[in-house]
Structures are given as structure tokens and as C-alpha cells.
């Protein structure tokens, strides 16, 4: 993953987790039991302390939805966040090291969260941010649990908590987003409303301030580079009158730094995390002047084990670490019968994502993460040989990426500054990139198929777009086309091999199960629908992903719990579907079915890694 | 489409399943500068990517007002037992509505609440919030 599109991903995934914009579990218990054991199965993560050289040194508590595990100032136990998928809300919970015993901090109510725990100095308080009845603060209550919570500060606007001061004045939090960022320290001592003091403001997105433990110096995340990494910047919330300007910033970095870095007691070292699932180490000092040294990775994670921003703490000795580690995530490419059953793998174990079968079945697109850099690119894989070619050598992040019906082409998403850009390049490796259409400003894009006429290329906003890649206007004047705009989702949008009709994935039924639709689409009038819609599926659990048969007679889909699904299909003497039926389930929750080749005789599949 | 398996598994672990954007929220509103606005409920458009609510207000005075307020996805009340049956009983009838304002200084705010005659609270929260 790359690092701009990873400060993303954890700016998204705090926030998100804070906002829960849109429950959409099941309301059928039994459905959304099967639900919350699947979202279990696929992200519980086991909190595990290691020791500065790597070992891990211990397992604490059963698995669970974990996330922003933090030490105490002691290290005897850690604040972290815990997710309630059926309530739909996070709260904080402390957890003893030694006995494993999980005391609950904070109360949301339904879709309320807690996000973000800081420890007092003493230990005796956790600061949080809270979500309560829409709004947003900065919150802090007893670490025993006890009492009722205290609020700080009130924001308007989402904010990620950093850091309690060693010195116990502030609190750091920051608030960043697409156009850019702010760090924040929000003093402690004095009574009546708080005013946080912005430390630094910045275009580029800036994370994880966190002050050094003398509060003279601020450590922080910054992408300025166009990656991601950690500067640190003299804090002074009041300069003496007639002091000379500040120093710095300095960049610590020198590959990449991710989340926040984390000081020592003493302020002799810091440490943060590098994209190659590193921990880093920083030799500095602060007294009299800023000094430091050249970075030394202390350990490294193995592949099978990435490390998130958001999932991993440092104690203030630097000698203990805690992870928050996620289920296997080596995968291996693997081929599949009609009836489910292994005929034969394509390359090596990796991260792979968005794996498609070309249209002659031949080759595999896939997204691949560089165990290294941490990149994820796209590739080309000959199923006979395995042998991979590279299609794009990106450090900004890319994603999506479709066949051209005759084999020929690619095309993808680049993200750059705030905009998703969609280019095409050959599908042979060679060749520069040709920029295709760009698309508003901070919106993302994510393509789902490439019309048989190569005229249209279509994504979803909720709205089933449609990209007109051959018009005659200059890409950055293309406009996407709103060709299915109504009061439900529809996503998804997969051309049927004579282009004639569009299959999609909507809620038109009901808000929290996607079902598998099919209109007529007409190439000649691609701002709405040819006709109305047939429902496939009545799936009690809903459908995930589609795709067609390359004669257009069968249709493929999965459902939520992994059941591989095909219905006949016909559009002649009128659009009709035979009852669906199922090819075969994929037992491993950790495995997913990727794509159906043109025949409909083999699958491929990411499965765990052995 | 293992990615789109492990990113809907993702979304649904952090309860954040569809939620379209076609454009920058905070880069358009100021979440900072929230508004408060009492009037008539006149017209809406209850489609994706975003619904669209105009409330005609008369600022103290007799000239009216017309905002135009952005809330979500029609899927994100949907899921919260909202429908466009809802707010479109109330066109005509009047509203309170709590906005943040656009960064441009129009007549436009990103929704955060609005009061339906009933009584009956639309909430954009957490999402515009």
C-alpha cells in the first residue's frame, strides 16, 4: 500500500470508524448473525507484545475487533479500542496485561464510538474522543471505568487524538483531511473553555502529533514529500517576546514513516513505523539543541503480518511493543472447478486484490503489494507460466483496474492530490500511460467493467456512472454520465458480452442486502437505461460481486457468506433468469472467490496462504 | 475482487458501507461555521449521490432566503428508518434545519439536522457531522 493512499486509508478508517456513516448488517437476525461471525472470523486480531528485538513475548485476551492499542504510562496495561459490530459502536476498554482482564472505559450509545485513547501521566485518566449525539469531543474519564465522562473539548469537526503530554498540559489531536491538515494542543490547566492551539497548518495532510517529553518539540506525520514521513518542529505555545525564530522542522525519515512516532521517558530516542512493516529508531536529543541521528530498524514484521498505524503502540521505554495482529494475509492465487474443488495455483503467495480473468482466460489482472515499499501495483500473470508482468510502477496509490474487451488494454485509477484520474495503458507492460478522464475533486472512483465497444467506462457514486472514453472532448472535459440516478444504490455495473444490457448490484429492495439486476443499456443513449430492470436474485442474505458468462447465458455472484452462485440467463424473446443456483461454497472465511473465467468452468480465488 | 471481498469486510467491520461521495465535503463546507435556519421546507431532490433540501428562510426580515442543504446518501436514512415519505410530507410546511455553511459564503450548507413539523428529527450525523 502506498503511503499517501495509507495516510488515507488511516485518516478513513479513524474517521469511519468514528463516523459509521451507514449501518449495513442485516436486519434479519439470523442474516446478521452470520454477518457479524464472518466480519469476526476475517478481522479479529489478537493483541501480542513483542520485545525490541521482534520477539513476541506474550499473547493477551481473546481475539477481537481491536483497533489503537496504547500502553500505559507503566506498561502494565493498554488502552484499546473495541468494536461492537451489533451495536454498531467502539468503545474503550482497558486491558491488564498480566491477568488479561478487560475493564470497559467508555458507554456509546448505538452508532455513538469512542476512538483514539491517550493516558494521563499518573495513569489514573484515559482521554478519548468521543462521538455523542452527533457530535464530536475530546472526552476523559477514571481508567478504572468509574465516574461519569468528563468533556474537555467540543469540536465541530472530526479529530484523531494523539497524545497526553508527558507533562500532563496537553492533549494533541489533529484534524486533517483531502485539502490538507492542522495539529493541535489543547491546554489542560485553567477553567472555563478550552482553546486548542494549532501547532502547525499545513496543505498536505499532517498526523500524529505528539510533544516531546520536556513539550519543547513536536513530532508529526507529514506527506509533503509526496510520502509520507515523520518531522519534528519546535513546539512553543508562548514564544518570549523578541525570541528568535525557530529552527527546523527536521525530517527524522528517510523511507517512509507511517501513523505517529512514539517518544522515549527520557527523550533520547524515537520510535515509528516504516512502510516495509519496520520499527524504527531515532537516536536524538532535545538539550541544548535539536540534534539526531541517522535512523536503524530495530525489527522487521514478516510479510504475513502488515502493520497499520492504527494497530500499533510503543511503551515509553521503547522496550515494549504492541500489535493488534490481523489474520493470516498471505494469499495464494488459485484455480477452481465448477464445483469448487483446487486444479492448480498461478505465482507465488503475496497481498493480492482485484484479481480478473482476461477475456480469453489466458491471464490474470491482479493488484499486488510490494512486500518492500509497500507499493501495490498491477500486474499481469500468465496462468500457464505464472511469469508476472509489471503494468504500472506507481508510488501514488491505484486502484481498479479492467480488461479491455479485446485483451489489449488497461485501465486504471490514479489517485494524485485530491483527484481520481483514470488512465489506460497497454496490457504488455510497455507503452507510457494515456490519461482517460479526471473526476471531481476529493471523490473516488473505482471502475467495474469496460464496455465490448471500449466507448464506456463504468463506476458508481451510488449513481451507475458511465465514462465516454471515446468522445471527442479533451480527457480533463470528459463528464461521466449519470445513467442510473435514483433513491437507492446501484454499483457494481458489468456490460453483458454483446453490450447490450448492464448487470449491477443494488438495494433497490431492501437498503441493507444488494441484489443482482439487469437493464438494457443502449450505447447511443448512455445517459439512462434502454428499459426497465428484472431482479435476478432474492438473496436473503444478498449478493456481493457479479459477472457474466462470456456468451452471456449464465450469471456468476457470491453471496455474503461465500456461496458461489449462477443463474441462467436469457434475453431473447425477453429478458428472463432461471432460478439461482449454487456452484459451491468456499469454506475458509479467509478465502474469496475473485472472478469466473469466460467459460464459466474455472474460477480463481485468493486463498490463505499455507 | 478479493480487494472489493476484503474492503467490503472492512467497511462493514468499521459500519461505513456505501457512503457515496461525488466531491469533498470538507473541502466545500466549513464544519466549524455551523448555521441554524427556521423556514419552509419548499422543494427536494431525494436521489443519490446526496439528497438536496431547499429551505426558503426570512432572516428577521420579509425577504426570503433560499438555501439549498446537502445531506447523504437516500440509502443512509433508509437504513435508519427514514424515508423520502418523510420529508416530502413536510414541502410546504415549516422546518428548523442545521447546517454547515459553504466555504464560498452561498446560500448552501452541508445538512447536520433538520426538525420536520412532527417534531420528527432527520439526522445527517454522524456522517456530515
Same mark, same amino acid.
Given at each position: 500500500?502506498?503511503?499517501?493512499?495509507?495516510?488515507a486509508?488511516?485518516?478513513?478508517?479513524?474517521?469511519?470508524a468514528?463516523?459509521?456513516?451507514?449501518?449495513?448488517?442485516?436486519?434479519?437476525?439470523?442474516?446478521?448473525?452470520?454477518?457479524?461471525?464472518q466480519?469476526?472470523?476475517?478481522?479479529?486480531?489478537?493483541?501480542s507484545?513483542?520485545d $525490541?528485538?521482534?520477539?513476541e513475548?506474550g499473547?493477551?485476551?481473546p481475539?477481537?475487533? /481491536?483497533?489503537q %492499542?496504547?500502553?500505559?504510562?507503566?506498561?502494565k *496495561?493498554?488502552?484499546?479500542?473495541?468494536?461492537?459490530?451489533?451495536k454498531?459502536?467502539?468503545?474503550?476498554?482497558?486491558?491488564?496485561?498480566?491477568?488479561?482482564?478487560?475493564?470497559?472505559?467508555?458507554?456509546?450509545?448505538?452508532?455513538?464510538?469512542?476512538?483514539?485513547?491517550?493516558?494521563?501521566?499518573?495513569?489514573?485518566?484515559?482521554?478519548?474522543?468521543g462521538?455523542r449525539?452527533?457530535?464530536?469531543?475530546?472526552y #476523559?474519564?477514571?481508567s478504572?471505568?468509574?465516574?461519569?465522562?468528563?468533556?474537555?473539548?467540543?469540536?465541530?469537526?472530526?479529530?484523531?487524538?494523539?497524545?497526553w503530554?508527558?507533562?500532563?498540559r496537553?492533549?494533541?489531536?489533529?484534524s486533517?483531511?483531502?485539502?490538507g491538515?492542522?495539529i493541535y494542543?489543547?491546554?489542560?490547566?485553567?477553567?472555563g473553555e478550552r482553546?486548542?492551539?494549532?501547532?502547525?497548518?499545513?496543505?498536505f #495532510?499532517?498526523t500524529?502529533? *505528539?510533544?516531546?517529553p520536556?513539550?519543547?518539540?513536536?513530532?508529526y506525520?507529514?506527506?509533503?514529500t509526496?510520502?509520507?514521513?515523520?518531522?519534528?518542529? %519546535?513546539?512553543?505555545?508562548?514564544?518570549?517576546?523578541g525570541a528568535?525564530?525557530?529552527k527546523?522542522?527536521?525530517?527524522?525519515s528517510?523511507?517512509?514513516?507511517?501513523?505517529?512516532?512514539?517518544w522515549?521517558?527520557d527523550?533520547?530516542e524515537?520510535?515509528?513505523?516504516a512502510?516495509n !512493516?519496520s520499527?524504527?529508531?531515532?537516536?536524538?536529543s532535545?538539550?541544548?539543541?535539536f540534534?539526531?541521528e541517522?535512523?536503524?530498524?530495530l525489527?522487521s514484521?514478516?510479510?504475513t503480518?502488515p502493520?497499520a498505524p492504527n494497530?500499533a503502540?510503543?511503551?515509553?521505554?521503547?522496550?515494549?511493543?504492541v500489535?493488534?495482529?490481523?489474520?493470516?494475509?498471505?494469499r495464494?492465487i488459485?484455480?477452481?472447478? *465448477?464445483e469448487?474443488?483446487?486444479?492448480?495455483?498461478v505465482?507465488q503467495?503475496?497481498?493480492f486484490?482485484?484479481? $480478473?480473468?482476461?477475456?480469453?482466460?489466458?491471464?490474470?489482472?491482479v493488484?499486488k503489494?510490494?512486500?518492500?515499499?509497500?507499493d501495490?501495483?498491477?500486474?499481469?500473470?500468465?496462468?500457464?507460466?505464472?511469469?508476472?508482468?509489471?503494468?504500472?510502477?506507481?508510488?501514488?496509490?491505484?486502484?481498479? %483496474?479492467?480488461?479491455? $474487451?479485446d485483451?489489449?488494454?488497461?485501465?486504471?485509477?490514479?489517485v494524485?492530490?485530491?483527484?481520481?484520474s483514470?488512465?489506460?495503458?497497454?496490457a504488455?507492460?510497455?507503452?507510457?500511460a494515456?490519461l482517460?478522464?479526471?473526476?471531481?475533486?476529493g471523490?473516488?472512483?473505482?471502475?467495474?467493467d469496460w464496455?465490448?465497444?471500449?466507448r464506456?467506462l463504468?463506476?458508481s457514486?451510488?449513481?451507475?456512472?458511465?465514462?465516454p472514453?471515446q468522445?471527442s472532448e479533451?480527457p480533463?472535459?470528459r463528464?461521466?454520465?449519470?445513467?442510473?440516478?435514483?433513491?437507492?444504490?446501484?454499483? @457494481?455495473?458489468?456490460?453483458?458480452p454483446?453490450? !447490450?444490457?448492464?448487470?449491477y448490484?443494488?438495494?433497490e429492495?431492501?437498503?441493507?442486502?444488494p441484489?443482482?439486476?439487469?437493464?438494457?443499456?443502449d450505447s447511443?443513449?448512455?445517459?439512462?437505461?434502454?428499459?426497465?430492470?428484472?431482479?435476478?436474485t432474492?438473496?436473503?442474505g444478498g449478493?456481493?460481486?457479479?459477472t457474466? $458468462? #462470456?456468451?452471456?447465458?449464465?450469471l456468476?455472484?457470491?453471496?455474503?457468506?461465500?456461496?458461489?452462485?449462477?443463474?441462467?440467463?436469457t434475453?431473447?424473446p425477453k429478458?428472463?433468469?432461471?432460478?439461482?443456483k449454487l456452484?459451491?461454497?468456499?469454506?475458509?472465511p479467509?478465502?474469496?472467490?475473485?472472478d469466473?473465467?469466460?467459460d464459466?468452468? *474455472?474460477?480463481?480465488?485468493?486463498?490463505?496462504?499455507? | 475482487?478479493k480487494?472489493?471481498?476484503?474492503?467490503?469486510?472492512?467497511?462493514?467491520?468499521?459500519f461505513?458501507?456505501?457512503?457515496w461521495?461525488?466531491?469533498?465535503?470538507s473541502?466545500? /463546507?466549513?464544519f466549524?461555521d455551523?448555521i441554524?435556519?427556521?423556514?419552509?421546507?419548499?422543494?427536494? @431532490?431525494? !436521489?443519490?449521490?446526496?439528497?438536496?433540501?431547499i429551505?426558503e428562510?426570512?432572516?428577521?426580515?420579509?425577504?426570503?432566503?433560499t438555501?439549498s442543504?446537502?445531506? %447523504?446518501?437516500?440509502?443512509?436514512?433508509?437504513?435508519?428508518?427514514?424515508?423520502k415519505?418523510?420529508v416530502?410530507?413536510?414541502?410546504?410546511?415549516?422546518v428548523?434545519a442545521e447546517a454547515? !455553511?459553504?466555504?464560498?459564503g452561498?446560500?448552501?450548507?452541508?445538512l447536520?439536522?433538520?426538525?420536520?413539523?412532527?417534531?420528527?428529527?432527520?439526522?445527517?450525523?454522524?456522517?456530515?457531522?
Amino acid at each position: 500500500m502506498k503511503t499517501s493512499f495509507r495516510i488515507a486509508v488511516t485518516i478513513a478508517v479513524i474517521l469511519a470508524a468514528a463516523i459509521q456513516a451507514a449501518a449495513q448488517l442485516p436486519k434479519d437476525p439470523e442474516e446478521r448473525a452470520k454477518a457479524i461471525a464472518q466480519i469476526m472470523q476475517t478481522n479479529a486480531r489478537q493483541i501480542s507484545l513483542f520485545d $525490541r528485538e521482534g520477539k513476541e513475548v506474550g499473547q493477551v485476551g481473546p481475539k477481537d475487533l /481491536y483497533q489503537q %492499542p496504547v500502553f500505559s504510562p507503566d506498561a502494565k *496495561r493498554i488502552a484499546v479500542i473495541k468494536s461492537d459490530v451489533d451495536k454498531e459502536s467502539n468503545d474503550l476498554w482497558v486491558m491488564d496485561l498480566a491477568t488479561g482482564k478487560m475493564t470497559r472505559v467508555s458507554v456509546s450509545g448505538e452508532r455513538e464510538n469512542a476512538a483514539s485513547p491517550a493516558w494521563s501521566p499518573d495513569g489514573s485518566r484515559v482521554a478519548y474522543v468521543g462521538l455523542r449525539q452527533g457530535a464530536y469531543g475530546l472526552y #476523559q474519564k477514571l481508567s478504572s471505568g468509574e465516574g461519569a465522562e468528563e468533556l474537555l473539548y467540543k469540536s465541530n469537526a472530526p479529530l484523531v487524538l494523539t497524545d497526553w503530554s508527558m507533562d500532563g498540559r496537553y492533549l494533541t489531536f489533529y484534524s486533517t483531511d483531502l485539502g490538507g491538515g492542522a495539529i493541535y494542543a489543547l491546554p489542560l490547566a485553567g477553567s472555563g473553555e478550552r482553546k486548542p492551539i494549532e501547532i502547525f497548518r499545513s496543505k498536505f #495532510q499532517l498526523t500524529g502529533p *505528539r510533544l516531546s517529553p520536556d513539550a519543547r518539540f513536536v513530532a508529526y506525520v507529514s506527506n509533503e514529500t509526496g510520502r509520507t514521513e515523520l518531522y519534528i518542529r %519546535p513546539f512553543s505555545p508562548e514564544p518570549a517576546p523578541g525570541a528568535a525564530s525557530s529552527k527546523g522542522p527536521w525530517k527524522l525519515s528517510e523511507e517512509g514513516s507511517m501513523g505517529m512516532a512514539f517518544w522515549r521517558r527520557d527523550g533520547k530516542e524515537i520510535t515509528y513505523l516504516a512502510p516495509n !512493516r519496520s520499527i524504527v529508531s531515532v537516536s536524538l536529543s532535545t538539550a541544548p539543541d535539536f540534534e539526531f541521528e541517522k535512523p536503524k530498524v530495530l525489527f522487521s514484521m514478516p510479510e504475513t503480518t502488515p502493520l497499520a498505524p492504527n494497530m500499533a503502540s510503543v511503551n515509553r521505554d521503547a522496550s515494549r511493543y504492541v500489535i493488534a495482529v490481523p489474520p493470516p494475509q498471505l494469499r495464494q492465487i488459485t484455480l477452481l472447478d *465448477r464445483e469448487g474443488k483446487a486444479v492448480g495455483t498461478v505465482g507465488q503467495p503475496g497481498r493480492f486484490g482485484a484479481i $480478473r480473468f482476461s477475456p480469453d482466460g489466458k491471464r490474470l489482472l491482479v493488484m499486488k503489494i510490494d512486500p518492500q515499499t509497500g507499493d501495490n501495483n498491477i500486474w499481469v500473470m500468465d496462468i500457464a507460466t505464472g511469469k508476472a508482468t509489471a503494468i504500472t510502477k506507481e508510488t501514488l496509490p491505484i486502484n481498479s %483496474p479492467v480488461w479491455s $474487451r479485446d485483451g489489449k488494454q488497461i485501465a486504471y485509477v490514479l489517485v494524485k492530490d485530491s483527484y481520481s484520474s483514470v488512465y489506460r495503458k497497454s496490457a504488455d507492460g510497455t507503452g507510457e500511460a494515456e490519461l482517460l478522464f479526471r473526476y471531481t475533486p476529493g471523490a473516488g472512483v473505482g471502475l467495474t467493467d469496460w464496455s465490448p465497444d471500449s466507448r464506456f467506462l463504468t463506476f458508481s457514486t451510488g449513481v451507475l456512472l458511465m465514462v465516454p472514453v471515446q468522445s471527442s472532448e479533451k480527457p480533463l472535459d470528459r463528464k461521466a454520465l449519470e445513467w442510473l440516478r435514483e433513491d437507492y444504490d446501484a454499483f @457494481d455495473g458489468r456490460f453483458s458480452p454483446d453490450g !447490450r444490457l448492464m448487470a449491477y448490484l443494488s438495494n433497490e429492495a431492501d437498503v441493507a442486502t444488494p441484489q443482482v439486476y439487469v437493464r438494457p443499456f443502449d450505447s447511443s443513449k448512455p445517459a439512462s437505461p434502454a428499459g426497465p430492470a428484472i431482479q435476478i436474485t432474492s438473496l436473503k442474505g444478498g449478493a456481493n460481486w457479479l459477472t457474466w $458468462r #462470456q456468451d452471456g447465458k449464465e450469471l456468476y455472484f457470491v453471496t455474503r457468506d461465500g456461496q458461489v452462485m449462477a443463474a441462467d440467463f436469457t434475453s431473447s424473446p425477453k429478458l428472463q433468469s432461471g432460478a439461482p443456483k449454487l456452484l459451491f461454497k468456499v469454506a475458509d472465511p479467509l478465502a474469496g472467490v475473485a472472478d469466473v473465467g469466460p467459460d464459466g468452468e *474455472r474460477f480463481v480465488a485468493a486463498m490463505p496462504a499455507k | 475482487m478479493k480487494l472489493r471481498t476484503i474492503f467490503l469486510a472492512a467497511a462493514a467491520f468499521l459500519f461505513a458501507a456505501p457512503v457515496w461521495a461525488h466531491h469533498n465535503m470538507s473541502a466545500i /463546507y466549513d464544519f466549524n461555521d455551523k448555521i441554524t435556519m427556521s423556514g419552509t421546507l419548499s422543494k427536494m @431532490d431525494w !436521489r443519490n449521490p446526496h439528497i438536496e433540501l431547499i429551505v426558503e428562510t426570512k432572516n428577521g426580515g420579509t425577504e426570503v432566503q433560499t438555501w439549498s442543504l446537502e445531506g %447523504p446518501s437516500p440509502s443512509f436514512f433508509r437504513s435508519r428508518d427514514i424515508n423520502k415519505a418523510d420529508v416530502e410530507a413536510a414541502i410546504g410546511k415549516p422546518v428548523t434545519a442545521e447546517a454547515s !455553511r459553504a466555504r464560498d459564503g452561498s446560500r448552501s450548507g452541508l445538512l447536520r439536522t433538520m426538525t420536520l413539523p412532527g417534531g420528527k428529527v432527520i439526522s445527517a450525523c454522524p456522517q456530515n457531522c
